[in-house]
């Protein structure tokens, strides 16, 4: 299951949900992004707010798209993908990604490949406020260069 949503997510309630959607699993990987205060390594001046938009539709078939993809190439039992759009802050939780499988291999994975597709193929634009600038995040070559290994 996934969603494309404004409010926050509970861990505990998504980790239950995996918990009773997965039946007879042997693990549950999860993993929450959280907002960065700085982007940039070089940056001078820390994130105030984080926007992100997106293309209704498109972007959720994007993701329904990452997930079959993943439950392809592993044996999944339930998965769950929660992405965060509108403004955020530096803390909050913007991204959740759950796996749950007979297995840990599979769960690591494919919770792996789902996060690396997310971060380079979803749809997502990302405008980072600070104190007096206003830019558009690029995608990172260290995001794109993940996904090799997928191949």
Same mark, same amino acid.
């Given at each position: 299951?996934?969603?494309?949503?404004e409010q926050d997510f509970d861990l505990a309630g998504e980790y239950s949900y995996l918990r009773e959607s997965a039946g007879n699993a042997g693990a549950?990987?999860?993993?929450?992004? /959280?907002?960065?205060?700085?982007?940039? !390594?070089?940056?001078?001046?820390?994130? +105030?707010?984080?926007?992100?938009? =997106?293309?209704? %539709?498109?972007?959720?078939?994007a /993701?329904?798209?990452?997930?079959?993809? !993943?439950?392809?190439?592993?044996?999944? +039992?339930?998965?769950?993908?929660? =992405?965060?759009? %509108?403004?955020l802050r530096p803390g909050d939780?913007?991204?959740?990604?759950?796996?749950?499988?007979?297995?840990?291999?599979?769960?690591?994975?494919?919770?792996e490949f789902i996060m690396d597709y997310l971060k380079s193929r979803a749809p997502f634009w990302k405008k980072q406020h600070s104190a007096d600038q206003v830019r558009w995040v690029e995608s990172r070559t260290l995001d794109v260069d993940a996904l090799k290994r997928w191949s």
């Open positions: 299951m996934i969603s494309v949503q549950i990987v999860t993993f929450t992004g /959280l907002v960065r205060e700085f982007y940039e !390594a070089d940056a001078e001046q820390p994130v +105030q707010r984080l926007f992100l938009e =997106h293309y209704p %539709g498109m972007t959720e078939k /993701l329904d798209d990452i997930v079959s993809q !993943a439950a392809s190439r592993w044996d999944l +039992q339930a998965s769950r993908v929660i =992405h965060r759009i %509108g403004n939780q913007i991204v959740f990604v759950g796996t749950a499988s007979t297995h840990r291999h599979h769960a690591f994975s494919a919770a």
